[in-house]
């Protein structure tokens, strides 16, 4: 089963006719987890054909409106559409009162069920992953990044299987194997440890915004898919430490020194509206598998 990633929007703080505010979407099995939800989200949403309603959780990283501006709108839409599961809200300190304040304002009349948490740390775990966060360096403004990862499982091998010749009513029972069981067929034991193989699970991060800082490496260590903050290029390197961000070199540099298997950059201002191959460019230099993000663009891990 595989995790599909849906950028719904990849600019900073002002959008353009390209890009639209941060908001990335990550589909695994049931789970369908907002990351950011920047003003206009909930039309990206209806282009991209993917319903709200579907939404299981929402992680922010930061209380900035390039982040957060279509939180209101989304959750009146859901309170319109009678979302009936439990929406689950993680963010930084402050997001306990700030999700209050947009439901007392803007959604007073009809409520959805929210839980509301302020994390740091691993915060979940499910049957299939968990996710972690910790803080970014962000010019003093809470601000987390993410980590989602996938449990390791077990996978049958059918190679070592097809030679116990068994028919389907016996093949049923091969589940029970995945879960690290032996079970018997025809009174002969077949051990779990002899016919499975432990598949790695997929590790993705969320590194925005952030300056230069040791959690960002942390975060993106061996990840499959390390997605990190590029407001600025190559000859940005002042601006980027102003105002607590990343040059496009430096979020490769990340990438590199942390092993990562794939770079996407988003978060891309807009001067560079109409140079993203420029960009690319200067990324691959130093981190050969980077791409730049575009909205509505998809990739599966
Ligand atoms: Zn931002
Ligand atoms: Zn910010």
């Known amino acids: 089963m595989s995790i599909r990633i849906t950028f719904l929007g990849t600019s900073t703080a002002v959008p353009t006719a ?28 209806r282009k991209a054909k993917i319903n709200p309603n579907k939404l299981t ?20 839409t859901l309170a319109l559409n009678n979302y009936n599961k439990t929406l689950y809200i993680y963010g930084p300190r402050g997001t306990k009162k700030f ?17 509301v948490k302020e994390v740091s740390g691993k915060f979940l775990k499910t049957r299939d992953f968990e996710i972690s966060s910790l803080s970014l360096s ?10 989602f990862e996938e449990k390791d499982r077990l996978r049958i091998d059918k190679n ?28 002969k034991i077949i051990k779990a440890k002899d016919f499975t193989y432990k598949q790695k699970g997929s590790k993705i991060s969320f590194i925005f915004d952030t300056g230069i800082c040791k959690n960002a490496e942390k975060l ?6 390390a997605i990190i903050d590029s407001t600025f290029d190559e000859k940005g390197e002042e601006l980027a430490i102003d105002y607590g961000h990343l040059t496009i070199v430096q979020a490769a540099k990340i990438a590199k020194k942390s092993k990562v298997k794939k770079l996407i950059l988003t978060h891309i201002s807009q001067r560079y ?3 993203s191959s420029e960009l690319e460019k200067q990324a691959k230099k130093y981190f050969k598998d980077s791409t730049v993000a575009k909205d509505f663009m998809t990739i599966e891990v």
């Open 273 to 275: 509206d109409n140079n």
């Open 18 to 45: 390209e890009r639209n505010h941060s908001a990335i979407l990550l589909n695994y099995k049931e789970e369908n987890i907002l990351i950011d939800c920047g003003e206009g989200t909930q039309r990206q949403f």
């Open 57 to 76: 959780r929402v992680l922010i990283t930061h209380w900035h409106g390039d982040h957060v501006l279509g939180l209101p709108g989304l959750f009146q």
């Open 99 to 115: 999700v209050k304040e947009l439901f007392r304002v803007f959604v007073p009349m009809k409520k959805i069920k929210t839980e």
């Open 220 to 225: 993106a260590e061996n990840s499959d898919l």
């Open 160 to 187: 070592k299987l097809k030679k116990l010749k068994l028919n389907r009513e016996e093949q049923i029972k091969l589940s029970e194997l995945t879960q690290g069981k032996d079970i018997k067929i025809n009174n």
């Open 138 to 147: 962000h010019g003093g403004t809470p601000c987390n990044g993410y980590l």
